[in-house]
């Protein structure tokens, strides 16, 4: 009978002990996870202002897609230092090499979205390539009816609108210049409204 009550004050000493060393890494990783939460919203905002700088328009899908990237790394990188903040660096380390093997397939399974995607980008910052353009890209000569990041929509100068991979058009396209007009009222090879010739004195 003396047993029960010398096992039961040693359970609550262990937990009276546990909860001691618990409470301050609590409170340690309560005011570190307010601190990363303020830092990581004033370093999205940041990076949000400068990217909309230079992504405006039909080029917003590349500046939301940079700030989500941003957004998953930083608070990626939160979380595994709330786990070593609260005594947990070797589930923190495993789960960084699980992720990054994780990370590793995914992208090798996706290389060919991830392709498409980087080259949209490219295409988006691209200046001569844009919404209403005459390009030739793989043999289709048309007007680019839309760029979105994975595909490019061309409409063909026979009627067809082909959609295209991105990463078959970044590659190698040309852009075809319009000619220049010649001036209002004159027709192609009229000479000039002086006649054409002077004579020198």
Do not use: C
Not at 34 to 40: I, K, N, R, S
Not at 66 to 75: C, G, M, S
Not at 156 to 163: F, M, Q, S, Y
């Amino acid at each position: 009978m003396t047993a029960l009550p010398s096992l039961l004050r040693q359970s609550f000493t262990n937990f009276v002990e546990g909860l001691a060393v618990a409470i301050p890494r609590l409170l340690s990783g309560a005011i570190f996870l307010a601190l990363a939460y303020v830092t990581v919203r004033i370093v999205l905002a940041l990076v949000r202002s400068s990217i909309e700088r230079l992504y405006v328009g039909d080029r917003e899908l590349v500046g939301d897609l940079i700030v989500t990237l941003v957004a998953i790394f930083l608070w990626f990188g939160v979380a595994l230092t709330f786990l070593k903040v609260l005594g947990m660096g070797d589930i923190a380390a495993s789960l960084g090499t699980a992720v990054g093997f994780i990370a590793l397939g995914v992208s090798y399974a996706l290389s060919e979205m991830i392709e498409d995607t980087v080259a949209g980008v490219y295409l988006l910052r691209d200046p001569d390539f844009n919404v209403g353009d005459r390009v030739e890209a793989k043999g289709v000569t048309g007007t680019v009816a839309a760029i979105e990041l994975r595909k490019t929509r061309i409409d063909a100068d026979n009627g067809d609108r082909i959609v295209m991979a991105n990463r078959e058009i970044e590659p190698r396209w040309t852009h075809d210049v319009p000619e220049e007009t010649d001036a209002p009222g004159t027709e192609p090879g009229d000479a000039p409204a002086d006649g054409g010739s002077s004579t020198a004195d």
